[in-house]
């Protein structure tokens, strides 16, 4: 990930860490594991917790996370975790309706 254009993007659940490794193995110029819309409400903490354990024992990755939208219950925890997580390099934030949604994202440095 270390070429500033992204010409392909991958997705990923958070809740598939099997798949976490094999989108990263797939050549795409950027993985986003996401939060969000492909994951359960039910597994929404245990997505962050999946990813959480993957970054540990592969501390060379580098990502993208879609976290959940901004009135989301999970949002606060999502913006926590990316922020404390080397590996996460990006965060793509869905249904963005403000420059303060946005200045929120922006203070975790990602």
């Known amino acids: 990930m270390s070429n500033p254009i992204v010409r ?8 598939r860490p099997e798949r976490f490794g094999k989108a990263l ?12 819309d492909a994951v359960e409400e039910p597994l929404k903490r245990q997505a962050r ?6 970054l540990n024992s592969q ?3 580098r990502l993208w996370v879609r976290v959940n939208a901004p009135e989301h219950a999970e949002h606060a925890a999502d ?32």
Do not use: H, R
Request: overall charge negative.
């Open 25 to 36: 193995a797939s050549g795409a110029d950027a993985v986003i594991v996401d939060f969000e």
């Open 59 to 61: 501390p060379q990755v």
């Open 79 to 110: 913006l926590g975790f990316c922020k404390a997580q080397a590996g996460v390099v990006g965060i793509l934030l869905p249904k963005v309706e403000s420059a303060a949604q946005v200045a929120t994202v922006a203070a975790t440095g990602k």
């Open 8 to 15: 392909s993007a991958l997705f990923v659940p958070g809740s």
């Open 49 to 54: 917790d999946n990813l959480g354990q993957f």
